[in-house]
């Protein structure tokens, strides 16, 4: 009997932190299809459950008293993970600072490894985060999928229970995921083969 490949572990940063926000409706429903994989396992990093500090130390200095207990919090599952899924909004025609401050308190976390995008907001659906996210993630050595998924209008693609009404959203889950994967496992075996080296 063959033995079963381990499950990928996928680690979705929820990149909003303001009050009143969407990201918690969207990031249950593609948890939901996460939940549906066998290939899967989930960890959902909240960045308004796990804030990080805004300053960082000189370089070569040591962080700050209670910047360890906090990065404690993020930085061993983002270590974990075989890849990421980003779930943001679009703020000025960028990602919000909070997704960008988790973003650079890490680097090698991030090497190597494939990153998917559920995006949301209004017309744009946050494709324009998504474009800005794709340039500083190729400085961190990750590999961002090329299908994403964007909620345009995202707000009325939900019920009153806040359950996915848009079928064409559920299958650009599904292929980006499938992707998602794919990218996953290829960089884990050559990670397993060769450690990577920036």
């Known amino acids: ?37 066998d290939d899967m396992s989930v960890d959902v990093v909240d960045l308004a459950e796990t804030p990080l500090p805004t300053v960082f130390p000189a370089f070569g200095q040591p962080p700050a008293p209670g910047t360890e207990e906090a990065l404690a919090e993020v930085s061993p599952r983002l270590a974990a ?60 050595h990750a590999t961002t999928i090329r299908n994403t998924v964007s909620l345009h209008n995202a707000w009325g693609l939900f019920d009153e229970e806040y359950a996915m ?17 794919w990218w996953a496992q290829a960089l884990r075996d050559a990670r397993n083969a060769r450690p990577y080296t920036a």
């Open 81 to 140: 993970a075989d890849a990421f899924v980003f779930v943001t909004p679009e703020y000025n025609h960028s990602f919000p600072a909070s997704l960008k401050n988790a973003i650079d308190w890490h680097n090698e976390q991030w090497h190597a490894k494939p990153i998917g995008f559920v995006s949301y907001g209004g017309i744009s659906g946050g494709l324009r985060a998504v474009e800005q996210l794709r340039l500083v993630m190729a400085e961190l």
């Open 165 to 181: 009404k848009d079928t064409q959203s559920d299958a650009a889950a599904k292929t980006m995921l499938d992707q998602l994967a």
């Open 1 to 37: 009997m063959s033995e079963q490949p381990q499950q990928l572990r996928v680690a979705v940063v929820v990149g909003s932190t303001r009050e009143g926000r969407f990201a918690p409706v969207v990031t249950r429903w593609i948890k939901s299809h996460l939940d549906q994989r």
